[in-house]
């Protein structure tokens, strides 16, 4: 018994230093690496059995908080639970371990362009539905729509990510969110902020936001939420200060909230006077409701890269390799065809838009935003389309789909 568990730790050792190794040698190439690093291939140990699509479920994750905005008759409360309910998408988001204390992989799978992630959350708000679509891949662009019907609470949005390399792993997020409250007719424009990797040289990993991002109601009020880290002689890691004010009065705040956001913050008065403190790691997520495997289809995201998953979950680095390369071949071998025929790729649940009203009337032209904060790869939700398909399926009706599932996932290698 001792014999075997002495060979357990020395695999684990040789197993540490084997990654260690060629961790160091991915930071190496991507020190040195000129573009995007999102298209960059990372060592097989490195990578999360999850999809970049998968992270579009942060947003409700209490869908409780999500829809309570639409139960405040007060818009200036209204905008501070807001505020709120977008400081508890980040801790799960951001963080660097699980629920069980697990370190989590750095790396999510990219995206092929068409991937699907559609499902739903139950709990007391009522049904909460999400679709999610990989409408790009180069550059990569996912779209999400989120909304429950009950409360008359939506969200959409499409996430650009863009990753480079300076001193350690930068990530911008271009891109934005409109959150609509029906009740009130009210629009919440909604930015992200930028993240970067800590923990490269010691190979404790851990994520990390920088720089500033904005909540911008119609109703006339704006949250700017302002995040930083630890330092070499004072602060603390993953704190943030959010300050909500009148938009022709910035220098006034009605409320401002500080702390981690990964931990617990304080609410404020505007003077200084604690209203609340609230504990983040006390919330619970409710849990995310797909279809099973087997009646998902072709193209959503689970079923798409189940076997790399699998791979992924046995330690196999070299099935890793192999199912993950199988469906990267085929989505080149599609985007030839579609190059060789004059198409381009039919986004089943999304369009793509010129301008964004909203969007261009909330949004806040800010030293601290990209001249292009909301870009022009702009997407919509496509209410019809989805009411089709969604009637299709009720009626036993399959979807048109393009040859070979759609995304090219289902080409043989001999057709590759």
Known sequence: MSLQLTSVKCDEKRDEQSHKSAWFQFIKSVATFKGDLTSLTAPPFLL???????????????????????????????????????????????ASKDENGKRKKMKPLN???GELFVGKWHDSAGTTHLVTEQVSHHPPATAFKIWNDAHGVSL?????????????????????????????????????????????????????LSGVSYIRSSSGYTARI?????????????????????????????YVLEGQWNDSYMVKTGKGKVLETVDLTALRRTPFQVASLDSQHPLESRRAWRHVVDAINSNDIFAVGHEKSKIENAQRALRKQEREAGKTWARRYFRHVEEDPIADRLSIQDKAIAADGHDKMIW??????????AEDQRNGIKSPTHARFDSGIGLSEMEL
């Open 48 to 94: 999360a059995p999850q999809s970049i699509v998968e992270f579009s479920t942060y947003w409700a994750e209490h869908p409780s908080l999500l829809v309570s905005p639409a139960r405040e008759e007060c818009p200036e409360k209204r905008s501070l639970k807001v505020l709120q309910w977008f400081i508890s998408t980040l801790r799960h988001q951001h």
């Open 111 to 113: 995206p092929f362009l």
């Open 156 to 208: 959409e949005g499409h996430v650009a990510p863009k990753a480079y390399f300076s001193s350690t792993i930068n990530i911008e997020r271009k891109g934005y969110s409109i959150l609509h409250i029906d009740q009130y007719d009210e629009d919440y424009w909604i930015t992200m902020p930028k993240a970067h990797v800590e923990g490269l040289v010691t190979f404790q990993i851990a994520p990390e």
């Open 226 to 254: 302002n995040y930083s880290c630890k330092g070499w002689l004072k602060g603390k890691s993953n704190s943030f200060n959010a300050t909500l004010y009148r938009d022709d009065d910035e220098s006034k705040p009605l």
């Open 380 to 389: 919509k939700f496509d209410n019809e389309k989805y009411r089709r398909i």
